[in-house]
């Protein structure tokens, strides 16, 4: 009896093994194919992408891609910043030319009144297009100084533009400010400073709710997150995450949020997505080096995806947070 009960367990082992690396073969093939890591073994990684999500390239051989935009009239924008140029790309047709040159161009957002609004590097301003296709400046000075190269945006409810002012855009003896900082300009056109105390800071996006404003540091390696107050200042700011890591390319830069408050930042390795808690919830692989990102598609459940030289796209489960 002893002989036939460890023979049944022998062979139970076997059976066991056998079913366990099946099961690690399948789940690296369905890996391989979402182009998605779990960083965390018990995050539910199908809340945020589906099964059968792949990255795909839908344009390429730019210079350097940033700035993405998807346009309520169904087209996305972005800029190439070395081309001096924003892109105009459409499902089913060539990628064209919606304005050259640019200023430099690279984060694009839309106001409350669907105006396009860019930071301009080469032009050290905030642009907006009006209607009828004229560029105007927004702001391009601080107490009388000039700014240094503004680099991504976002529009609050109130239709207040809050955005970076990081140096990439200059070169060091153009720098006229000292710092590098982060800023509100209300709708009557009041330049305030909120934060100055970046080594680089890039990313910047609310939080559903507008409660919370995250801004990314390129140079530091983290995300910080801010409470928003009643006046559109920022208080208690704490990190929110760290995204440094030596042993792979890329740094925080772009960032983006869906409806259910997740985080999607560009940074080492591909774009990190967070729960609202700062729980890393799995990295999205891409072939190039993501800078920046966009929801789009009629539904906002794409996430649009420039990384150097090309342009790219993922389906996720959960649409985007968009506030324009």
Known sequence: MSKRIATAVIFGVILFSIFLTGCGE????????????????????????????????????FKFTEGPLWHPDGFLLFSDIPADTIYQWQPNQEV???????????GNTLDRQGRLVTA???????????????????????????????ND?????????????????????QEELGFYGVYRLNSEGELTLLVDDFIRPNGITFSPDESKLYINDSE???????????????????????????NKEGVPDGMKVDIEGNVYSTGPGGISV???DGELLALIKV??????????????????ITART?????????????NY
């Open 26 to 61: 399948l789940l690296g093939r369905s890996l391989t194919s979402l182009s998605v890591v779990p960083e965390n073994p018990a995050n539910q990684l199908v809340s945020v992408v589906p099964d059968d999500a792949e990255v795909e390239k839908i344009a390429s051989e």
């Open 96 to 106: 064209t030319v919606f304005r050259r040159p640019s200023g430099m161009a690279n």
């Open 120 to 150: 301009e590097h080469s032009n050290r301003r905030v642009s907006r297009t009006e209607a009828d296709g004229t560029v105007v400046t927004l702001a391009s000075q601080y107490q009388g100084k000039r700014l240094n190269s503004p």
């Open 153 to 173: 945006l976002v529009v609050k409810s109130d239709g207040s533009i809050y955005f970076t002012d990081p140096p990439y855009g200059i070169k060091p003896e």
């Open 220 to 246: 530091a390696g983290h995300i910080r997150v801010f409470d928003v107050q009643a006046d559109g200042t920022l208080s208690n700011g704490r990190i929110f995450a760290k995204l440094k890591d030596p």
């Open 274 to 276: 967070f729960s609202p």
């Open 287 to 304: 072939s190039e080096v993501p800078a920046n990102l966009a929801w789009g598609d009629r539904d906002y459940q794409t996430l649009y």
């Open 310 to 322: 090309g342009l790219y796209r993922i389906r996720l489960s959960i649409p985007g947070f968009v």
